[in-house]
Every structure is written in C-alpha cells, then in structure tokens.
C-alpha cells in the first residue's frame, strides 16, 4: 500500500520560509516523478513543483526562483523549500507520486496535505 505523509506546514509572515517533507512507504521515489500541488479556498489544484526520474524539475510560473524541490532517495522522502512566501502561497499542499509534470489528474498517489498560511 502506497503511503504518502506530509509534514512541515504552518503559518508564516510574508518573506518568510518553510520546508515541506513527503515521507513515502509502498513507493520507491526515485522511480518516479513526484510533485507539489495546492489548493486554496474557493480554487482549483495548482501545480507547485514537480521532480522527474532523470532529476530535472519544473515549477509553476509563480513560485520560480522561490520554491526549490529535491529528494532523498535514501530516505524516501520529497522536499519543497520555500522561501519569500507571500499570502498568495496560501494552502493545502500534497505531495503526489506517479505523474507527469504538473497536471494534477495524471497523479497516481497522493498524501494528505499540509497547511500553509502565509500572513501579510
């Protein structure tokens, strides 16, 4: 069974950083693209931050040059660091497993998400 858990959320000033973990069990990372998602009140799932099996990454326009997205093979674990956050970065954030680029319907597996609230 495909477990994905999601920690490190919380509220935060603007400018301010958090780093996002995704402990993964049943799923062996380094085997596939994982990425970041959002969702805020009253909006659709956004694409945050994807990492593919080759390494490379893609990021939403609006977090580029602030949100960085690696992973730890040995641990299993996806990370998403953040930093210069703003109130727009207001969330619930999953991790997922099994999927291309950003577009959350090709994602097989996903955790639970973890809040993030981005004060002005």
């Known amino acids: 069974r495909v477990q994905l858990v999601e920690s490190g959320g919380g509220s935060v000033q603007a400018g301010g950083s958090l780093r996002l973990s995704c402990a993964a069990s049943?799923?062996?990372?380094?085997?596939?693209?994982m990425g970041w998602f959002r969702q805020a009140p009253g909006k659709e799932d956004e694409g945050v931050a994807a990492?593919?099996?080759?390494?490379?990454?893609t990021f939403a326009d609006s977090v580029k040059d602030r949100f960085t997205i690696s992973k730890d093979n040995a641990k299993n674990t996806l990370f998403l660091q953040m930093n210069s956050l703003r109130p727009g970065d207001t969330g619930l954030y999953y991790c997922?497993?099994?999927?291309?680029?950003?577009?959350?319907?090709?994602?097989?597996?996903w955790g639970q998400g973890t809040q993030v609230t981005v004060s002005a």
């Open positions: 990492i593919h099996t080759d390494g490379s990454t």
């Open positions: 049943g799923i062996t990372l380094s085997r596939f693209s």
């Open positions: 997922a497993a099994d999927g291309r680029l950003l577009v959350p319907p090709s994602y097989h597996y």
